[in-house]
């Protein structure tokens, strides 16, 4: 049976544990960690944050409001998709090692910690490399 104070969607108690971040919240399987909430519309239903924040690839624009959230995850960043033009989706804010750091459809702000955005000749691109010893 449904528990909790106010009672909230998909509360059906099958896990003790809350369920954390990004994790699969659909098909009445137990409650989000406190702060975040099911997201009934992905395809998949995840626990995003409370704020209504997009998830990692959950589109922060697009040309039908519908479609789109106001913000992304603390660790993302609302960057053009280069799959689907007019549209924005939640992409890690860093590139990590041998990523694609800048393009004109990439414009990552930063790379892993131990690698820097560097033109890379044999790929005729940016990517994030270790800097030269």
């Known amino acids: 049976y449904p528990f909790g104070d106010p009672v909230e969607t998909n509360n059906f108690c099958q896990f003790l544990a809350r ?64 799959n689907t033009p007019y549209t924005y989706t939640c992409q890690p804010d860093c590139a990590a090692a041998a990523e694609t750091c800048y393009s004109p459809t990439v414009m990552k702000n930063c790379c892993d910690p131990t690698h820097a955005c560097m033109w890379n000749e044999d790929a005729a691109l940016y990517q994030c490399n270790a800097p030269p010893a």
């Open 19 to 82: 369920i954390p971040a990004d994790g699969e919240c659909g098909n009445k399987v137990g409650l989000c960690e406190e702060g975040y909430t099911c997201d009934q519309t992905a395809d998949t239903p995840v626990c995003t944050l409370a704020t209504g924040c997009s998830l990692t690839a959950g589109i922060c624009y697009a040309q039908n409001e519908q479609d789109q959230k106001s913000c992304c995850k603390p660790s993302d960043a609302c960057l053009p998709d280069v």
